[in-house]
Nanobody
Framework: QVQLVESGGGLVQPGGSLRLSCAVS????????LDWYRQAPGKQRELVAA???????NYVDSVKGRFTISRDNAKNTVYLQMNSLKPEDTAVYYC???????????WGQGTQVTVSS
């Protein structure tokens, strides 16, 4: 059974940092492309960062230079390091594990990130 469990969210002041983690159970991690999405109240869910099974990364323009996605295949975990956080980064953050061909597609339950003074 595949499960994605996010952790690391919380309340942080503007300019601060958080690191989100997503642990992926089930024998799919090394095959998977991994994404971080976020959804703010009243807004559509948006793709924040992605990392392929080969390690290539992509970011939405609003987080370039501030966020870093990485994966540890030995720990079956994907990370999102978030620096220089802004109030507009406030959202529920979700991780996603998918096969590049569409064979499978799994989501985590989300973790709340709130950036406020």
């Amino acid at each position: 059974q595949v499960q994605l469990v996010e952790s690391g969210g919380g309340l942080v002041q503007p300019g601060g940092s958080l690191r989100l983690s997503c642990a992926v159970s089930g024998n799919i991690f090394s095959l998977s492309a991994l994404d971080w999405y976020r959804q703010a109240p009243g807004k559509q869910r948006e793709l924040v960062a992605a990392i392929s099974n080969g390690g290539n990364t992509n970011y939405v323009d609003s987080v370039k230079g501030r966020f870093t996605i990485s994966r540890d295949n030995a720990k079956n975990t994907v990370y999102l390091q978030m620096n220089s956080l802004k109030p507009e980064d406030t959202a529920v953050y979700y991780c996603r594990a998918r096969h590049p061909t569409g064979w499978y597609d799994y989501w985590g339950q989300g973790t709340q990130v709130t950036v406020s003074s």
